[in-house]
């Protein structure tokens, strides 16, 4: 009935509306989103607390037992969760730095306008939109030894058989180049962004003054592209670190368990063997360290927003 | 814990509002749906087909079978979705066999004992089914096929009974017709191994693993070499298995080397009495493992990589890279389709190779593969009778003859033993000889953990990270933990 | 609108280089295309055959099926996930621009007691992998009722677009003049048209930027899929799973048919909506 009043209200005289806008209008318009998120993910997040603190399997019918922090002290204390910690690590680091290379690369070229820009600028947004089944699928045939591109290309320089998944390492590159290659195009458009954002007079200030080519880079892109650099590097970190489809498909975490990540670790711990609490356990870890990362995105984006007013 | 009582009232509430909402009123002619969950494939298709075509129900009811077709690599995700989600969307459901203690243990399963033990058609089946069959597919927990004829009759006592084969399948050899019976090179294996390049079924009874390893030398061949008299364009190889890191793509052959050696994996008949620690890794165990492994090296090059899985090796086959392979039946029909092969009209099938034992005889133990159907637990008593009347449909002969036409398989032995049988498909003679030796991997609930860490141990070993031992080793001592905690080993 | 960005324009030159570059890029996918006109032994042929007799058997393989005991071939139920895919991707994404549009105005004009708490929270759960809340949804889907239904895996989507809605839209808002808006509620505008009339039609680019991205986000979406979704409601990327294994390893033929069906919708809704694509991306953070 207040907001029947407000809407009325505020027809007759704008200043009443405003006063009282504010209190109401704002709740009002943002439950939607807050009651959507709570029951689909905020919800079940607490539930899933709850639970890490059982030894809850999902197939079985016994009733639960409370067994306290037990589940957080076998996950921390599990040297292979730690091992597909580093794993992951190493998968984030190398696939972000390789992402923002091509990404960078990519953003440079298409900077200007070019007759047929759009349709080639499809060609190079394409992997982002397929699907990561069909990513895994075909790079894993792309790299099959005897069947595989890659391979009968390294086959026209040497008769050896080249099978690249067959060590940790080049499993490793296997992956992070089929995942650089699926998402440099988002890292593209976003230096993208940030490229067409610099004022064309700094440009033109900078010819007049004749500066190279690599200190006009430096000193007017740069600045401008930073944060969003920056905010590249933390939105991609972030994403990466849930990597899951391409690894499950491409190499299933061999050889051994060379690229099994945190992410496969927690499908097989939760999905296939039923670990429910345990997995649920996991799965806070995993979201505290997200949590940090989330902070520090924020924090850059603030502080890009914070020079922008300066 | 309000949670988990929260959940078993309402999850109480929803299995009685179905039951007493869907089938409350028993009627003489009742339609009755039945929703089976199903691997997307050529048996399982056929399965449909036919009942649409064939199926009369004995009891009148208008019976409609819906079969939910769900995609291989992801049907294990999915019916454990469906059944801890408790949605009881299905009334039977197609099961690897190592599933059943996970959805029996979690009351999904229907126990079918005392069904069986009333209906007079069904012991009949029960007894006209393969031992190696009933004892895989059908028992948890897990009775050993020596329990169960020990027992003497068809249904044992203590034991309780699930399943019945869907599709049971065992691997054989697919071989290379125009290589292994090419005259110069069998001429030249002789001279190099004096023996002889096996060409017909009964040369490959013969073959044990020392003659198959001999094989995998003589037959790589490098880019350019001369192969049954023409030039090769790529390397070629003679020998495979599989040896893949995905699901049990390589324990499933491992095994039939620990089994045939004389070593065990850890055994679920004998708990809680049976070890882990020290059988798995027994040295007998070791060696056979080794042996398993040495053969790798003569195999095509994605072996390094660990994924060398029942497809790929149907793959390098198919497309003529590799002169045999030893793979599932059921992967057999793609070899002989022209539109999938390149070999398809110079294949034949022999029994897969075994170990030879001091007596000369050969010993071929495997490790079954193929599925059970089961029924699930929710349905009123008319559903799974008439669920009952749809198995006694299934294992009819005349159905099966009909499946096996089809690229299917029997379990029952009335219908392998007529003389037609063997001629049915081209890898039915072997497939008989080998079911008598198969065995199955464990039944319980753990075994997907079990398997998983296994295959992570074995993929090491596979791929040089690890020595034979070492992955054992850790193998046995994952095991005996895991074990221990839960009780199966005291 | 009236500042425009400047940059460099560059000749056909440039375009062969970008051309060149955007080809080797597009390669993979190119090769998958390829590979669903090819049967199934031209596709593992070794030299690869770049030219061979191209064959449509892949894609009437996506929409029939044929039958094991008899010539005839059946219809698969492709059309029917097809249509899954983009109903429930399509209405996910606009139900979550709604409600996302809704909550983005209210935290850029009527913001909250703890206005930047609420919208760290709401970009946490857009942060999050979805291997963590999957389990608890799992099980409370399982309580529900609402696994394999339209409305569970709908309500899912919708939550999972929402944050990324809200940031994105928000930044939209943030940038337009307040001033106008006072200014026509000074003239005795009401709210509502405020919103509708001024708000709303100055930020179009940036809707359609939110549905651009959350179209790419959701149209793929695996997991979730698999679990939550029935017969009636499987999507596109678990349907593609029966290409990965059944009685013959990978189809890869009816699988890059497939793919290559499922790239249609997404590339002319990304190439018609491209240009405000450099908006969306950085979640709004770059202004005018």
């Known amino acids: 009935m207040t907001d029947v009043a407000a809407v009325h209200g505020h027809a007759k005289s704008g200043f009443w509306a405003r006063l009282t806008a504010p209190e109401n209008r704002g709740p009002l318009l943002v439950a939607p989103a807050i009651i959507t998120l709570f029951v689909m993910n905020i919800f079940p997040l607490l539930w899933s607390f709850g639970l890490s603190f059982f030894n809850y399997r999902a197939n079985r019918q016994n009733v639960p037992e409370f067994v306290g922090l037990k589940n957080f002290e076998r996950v921390l204390t599990d040297e292979k969760i730690w091992d597909r910690f580093q794993t992951t690590a190493i998968i984030v680091g190398s696939s972000v730095t390789l992402q923002l290379i091509i990404g960078f690369s990519l953003a440079m070229l298409f900077a200007k306008h070019f007759p047929m820009r759009r349709i080639i600028m499809m060609l190079v947004l394409t992997p982002m939109m397929l699907s990561f089944v069909s990513v895994g699928v075909f790079f894993k045939l792309y790299y099959e030894p005897t069947f595989g591109l890659l391979s009968w290309v390294v086959n026209l320089f040497s008769s050896e058989p080249f099978a690249l998944l067959s060590s940790s390492t080049g499993a490793l590159i296997g992956i992070i180049f089929a995942d650089a290659w699926m998402w440099s195009p988002f890292v593209m458009l976003l230096v993208l962004a940030g490229l067409v954002s610099v004022p064309k007079y700094l440009y033109e200030a900078a010819e007049i003054d004749r500066v190279s080519s690599w200190r006009r880079f430096v000193t007017i892109t740069l600045p401008y592209i930073k944060s969003l650099l920056l905010l590249a590097i933390l939105f991609r970190t972030i994403e990466t670190f849930k990597i899951f489809d391409i690894i499950y498909i491409i190499t299933e975490g061999g050889p051994g368990s060379s690229t099994e990540s945190i992410a496969v670790n927690i499908y097989r711990m939760a999905f296939q063997n039923f670990r429910t609490s345990r997995s649920g356990a996991l799965a806070y870890i995993i979201l505290f360290i997200v949590i940090v990362l989330t902070n520090l995105y924020l924090y850059s984006v603030n502080r890009r927003a914070h020079e922008e007013t300066l | 814990m309000p949670l988990s009582t929260f959940h078993r009232q309402v999850l109480g509430t929803c299995a009685a509002t179905l039951l007493t909402g869907g089938f409350s009123t028993p009627l003489l002619a009742a339609d009755i749906t039945i929703n089976m969950a199903a691997p997307d494939w050529p048996p399982t298709r056929f399965f449909k087909e036919h009942f649409d075509k064939t199926y009369k129900s004995p009891a009148g009811h208008n019976t409609t079978l819906e079969m939910d077709f769900i995609p291989w690599p992801s049907f294990y995700e999915r019916v454990a979705a469906s059944l801890t989600s408790g949605e009881q969307k299905y009334q039977m459901i197609v099961t690897d066999s190592q599933w059943l203690g996970s959805f029996v243990e979690g009351g999904y399963y229907l126990d079918l004992t005392e069904k069986i033990k009333a209906d007079p058609e069904l012991i009949a089946i029960m007894e006209d089914l393969h031992p190696a069959l009933v004892s895989a597919y059908s028992t948890y927990p897990h009775k050993s096929r020596k329990q169960l004829e020990e027992a003497g009759s068809a249904i044992a006592p203590d034991t309780h009974y699930y399943g019945f084969p869907q599709f049971p399948d065992t691997y054989v050899t697919f071989y290379r017709k125009d290589i292994f019976c090419h005259e110069g090179e069998a001429a030249a294996f002789k001279e190099q191994y004096d023996a002889t390049l096996p060409c017909t079924y009964e040369d490959w009874q013969d073959v044990d693993w020392e003659r198959?390893?001999?094989?995998?030398?003589?037959?790589?061949?490098?880019?350019?070499?001369?192969?049954?008299?023409?030039?090769?364009?790529?390397?070629?190889?003679?020998?495979?298995?599989?040896?893949?890191?995905?699901?049990?793509?390589?324990?499933?052959?491992?095994?039939?080397?620990?089994?045939?050696?004389?070593?065990?994996?850890?055994?679920?008949?004998?708990?809680?009495?049976?070890?882990?620690?020290?059988?798995?890794?027994?040295?007998?165990?070791?060696?056979?493992?080794e042996h398993y492994?040495?053969?790798?090296?003569?195999?095509?090059?994605?072996?390094?990589?660990?994924?060398?899985?029942?497809?790929?090796?149907?793959?390098?086959?198919?497309?003529?890279?590799?002169?045999?392979?030893?793979?599932?039946?059921?992967?057999?029909?793609?070899?002989?389709?022209?539109?999938?092969?390149?070999?398809?009209?110079?294949?034949?099938?022999?029994?897969?190779?075994?170990l030879r034992k001091e007596d000369g005889s050969i010993d071929r133990t495997g490790n079954i593969g193929g599925q059970p159907f089961v029924l699930t637990t929710w349905n009123s008593d008319e559903v799974v009778d008439e669920a009952l009347n749809v198995v006694k449909w299934w294992l009819d002969p005349d159905t099966q003859i009909e499946a096996v036409s089809n690229g299917g398989q029997s379990g029952l032995m009335s219908v392998m033993a007529d003389p037609s049988y063997n001629d049915l498909r081209p890898w039915n003679r072997a497939h008989v000889e080998m079911i008598d030796w198969q065995k199955d991997v464990w039944h319980i609930p753990l075994f997907f953990e079990m398997l998983t860490q296994q295959q992570e141990e074995f993929d090491k070993a596979i791929t040089g990270q690890k020595s034979a031992r070492d992955a054992l080793d850790a193998v046995a001592e994952f095991q005996q933990e895991l074990l221990e905690d839960d009780g199966f080993i005291e | 609108m009236a500042k425009q960005r400047e940059i460099g324009k560059a000749g056909w030159g440039h375009t062969a280089v970008a051309g060149i570059v955007g080809f080797i890029y597009f390669f993979p996918v190119f090769w998958i295309i390829l590979t669903a006109f090819k049967t199934r032994t031209d596709a593992l042929e070794i030299p690869p055959k770049l030219f061979f007799t191209p064959t449509l058997d892949n894609f009437r393989a996506v929409f029939f099926r044929s039958s094991i005991t008899s010539d005839e071939t059946a219809a698969t139920n492709f059309i029917l996930y097809f249509f899954n895919s983009i109903f429930i991707a399509g209405t996910?994404?606009?139900?979550?621009?709604?409600?996302?549009?809704?909550?983005?105005?209210?935290?850029?004009?009527?913001?909250?007691?703890?206005?930047?708490?609420?919208?760290?929270?709401?970009?946490?759960?857009?942060?999050?992998?979805?291997?963590?809340?999957?389990?608890?949804?799992?099980?409370?889907?399982?309580?529900?009722?609402?696994?394999?239904?339209?409305?569970?895996?709908?309500l899912l989507y919708t939550a999972f677009n929402i944050p990324f809605s809200i940031w994105l839209v928000k930044s939209f808002f943030d940038e337009l003049n307040p001033e106008i808006e006072d200014a026509a509620r000074m003239d005795g505008s009401t709210d509502w048209r405020v919103f509708f009339g001024i708000c709303l039609p100055q930020i179009y680019a940036g809707l359609a930027a939110t549905f651009v991205f959350g179209m790419i986000l959701t149209w793929n979406e695996f997991l979730f899929a698999l679990l939550l979704t029935g017969v009636e409601t499987r999507t596109v990327p678990v349907a593609m799973a029966r290409t990965l294994g059944g009685s013959v390893g990978v189809d890869y033929g009816l699988l890059a048919a497939i793919v290559t069906l499922f790239l249609i919708p997404i590339c002319i809704v990304t190439f018609l909506l491209q240009n405000q694509l450099l908006r969306g991306v950085t979640f709004g953070t770059v202004k005018k």
């Open chain 2, 212 to 289: 198959y390893a001999q094989i995998g030398k003589f037959l790589k061949r490098k880019k350019g070499e001369q192969l049954a008299g023409e030039t090769l364009t790529d390397d070629f190889y003679g020998i495979s298995y599989q040896a893949g890191k995905g699901y049990d793509f390589s324990s499933m052959q491992a095994n039939a080397f620990i089994w045939q050696h004389g070593g065990d994996i850890w055994d679920e008949t004998n708990a809680p009495e049976g070890q882990a620690e020290g059988v798995v890794n027994s040295d007998v165990a070791v060696e056979a493992f």
């Open chain 2, 293 to 354: 492994l040495s053969m790798i090296p003569d195999m095509p090059p994605v072996a390094q990589t660990g994924q060398m899985d029942i497809f790929v090796i149907q793959d390098l086959y198919m497309q003529g890279k590799v002169a045999s392979t030893i793979d599932w039946v059921g992967l057999g029909e793609p070899v002989l389709d022209p539109a999938s092969s390149k070999v398809h009209d110079k294949s034949a099938f022999g029994p897969a190779p075994g």
């Open chain 3, 92 to 154: 996910a994404v606009l139900l979550a621009m709604l409600i996302g549009t809704l909550a983005a105005y209210a935290f850029s004009r009527h913001p909250l007691k703890g206005n930047d708490t609420y919208l760290f929270i709401i970009l946490t759960t857009r942060m999050m992998p979805p291997i963590v809340v999957i389990i608890p949804i799992f099980l409370m889907f399982r309580l529900t009722g609402l696994a394999g239904s339209y409305w569970g895996i709908l």
